[in-house]
T-cell receptor, first 117, second 109 residues
Framework: GAGVSQTPSNKVTEKGKYVELRCDPI?????LYWYRQSLGQGPEFLIY????????DSGLPNDRFFAVRPEGSVSTLKIQRTERGDSAVYLC???????????????FGEGSRLTVL | KNEVEQSPQNLTAQEGEFITINCSYS?????LHWLQQHPGGGIVSLFM???GKKKHGRLIATINIQEKHSSLHITASHPRDSAVYIC???????????FGEGTQLTVNP
């Protein structure tokens, strides 16, 4: 499809395990954002990529969280030693190149629902 | 006090009614986004505004930069408009979007 694709759509894991969540943005979109949404709350910012580089990773909650975008397209969010509090929907959004973040229309994926038991 | 505040939190309307959702913010912004989120989580961008007014079909969004306020209007509302509507601002000082708490809209037939 032509939209933002996220996989897996659902992931159930055990506390302490390692998890990878993938985001495939719209072709040609250089800006990519990861957000996390807990039940009943609004999304919260995690990290922003412009091309291959993480332009702003100030939203990552701790060093168990890491994200890469090695070729400036697909991005992977990696969570080590998962905790129950990591359970949330992880949302990815992409946008065309912009001089300033968040000044272009954002296209969101359907999200990856992570449940840590 | 949240940096982005929406009102009302919940809104129930009858089909055909004119609906207004308000958003106030306290920070300097580069742009303001109105988003729609349906049950199941999918988020759709409705508008991105930095000034003035935009219209798309039955939806109208306005922003007053001086007053730090934006409104989303829905004309001739329909049950399929039922969703959570979220205001989010892109701050001039960084890369993150700051989201409002959302407005749960229910339109009854």
């Amino acid at each position: 499809g032509a939209g933002v694709s996220q996989t897996p759509s659902n992931k159930v894991t055990e506390k302490g395990k390692y998890v990878e969540l993938r985001c495939d943005p719209i072709s040609g979109h250089t800006a990519l954002y990861w957000y996390r949404q807990s039940l009943g709350q609004g999304p919260e910012f995690l990290i922003y990529f412009q091309g291959t580089g993480a332009a702003d990773d100030s939203g990552l909650p701790n060093d168990r969280f890491f994200a890469v975008r090695p070729e400036g397209s697909v991005s992977t969010l990696k969570i080590q030693r998962t905790e129950r509090g990591d359970s949330a929907v992880y949302l990815c959004a992409s946008s065309l190149n912009q001089l300033r973040a968040n000044t272009g229309e954002l296209f969101f994926g359907e999200g990856s629902r992570l449940t840590v038991l | 006090k949240n940096e982005v505040e929406q009102s009302p939190q919940n809104l129930t309307a009858q089909e055909g009614e004119f609906i207004t959702i308000n958003c106030s913010y306290s920070v300097g912004i580069s742009a303001l986004h109105w988003l729609q989120q349906h049950p199941g989580g999918g988020i759709v961008s409705l508008f991105m505004l930095s000034s003035g007014k935009k219209k798309h079909g039955r939806l109208i969004a306005t922003i007053n930069i001086q007053e730090k306020h934006s409104s989303l209007h829905i004309t001739a509302s329909h049950p399929r408009d039922s969703a959570v509507y979220i205001c989010a601002v892109g701050e001039t000082s960084g890369s993150r979007l700051t989201f409002g708490e959302g407005t749960q809209l229910t339109v009854n037939p």
